[in-house]
């Protein structure tokens, strides 16, 4: 797995306004379902959609890639989409400030990701 997927993703949650992007790398840990984490969280569920719609659409027209599964679009509360060596988590900013994922996986190398 390269990172230009990462970097797709992080695109594509920026280009919709998703704060504070996140990539946290599992493989250190051993025990994760998947390769990386990658996070963002957004102030609305309109959103929280529109960044998951947004990723999908250019992980499969810059890397043709489909996503797995995904679960949480009928609420757009907490949206995760998997691609087996990447899951991404679209939260909605008072979830994420709730589950606190990060600090749950506190060992993982964290790369963060600003708008250029």
Do not use: P
Not at 61 to 77: H, P
Not at 91 to 108: H, I, K, N, P, V
């Amino acid at each position: 797995m390269d990172n230009k997927d990462l970097k797709i993703i992080a695109d594509a949650m920026l280009e919709k306004k998703g704060q504070n992007v996140v990539s946290l790398d599992l493989r250190v840990i051993g025990t994760a379902i998947s390769d990386y984490f990658i996070v963002c969280n957004a102030d609305s569920t309109t959103n929280v959609m529109a960044i998951a719609d947004n990723i999908e659409d250019r992980m499969l027209e810059k890397a043709s890639r489909k996503v797995l599964r995904s679960q949480g679009k009928e609420n757009a509360i907490w949206i995760i989409m998997d691609y087996g060596d990447i899951v991404v988590h679209v939260f909605q900013t008072q979830y994420r400030d709730f589950y606190r994922l990060e600090d749950l996986w506190a060992d993982a190398e964290r790369t963060d990701y600003k708008d250029e």
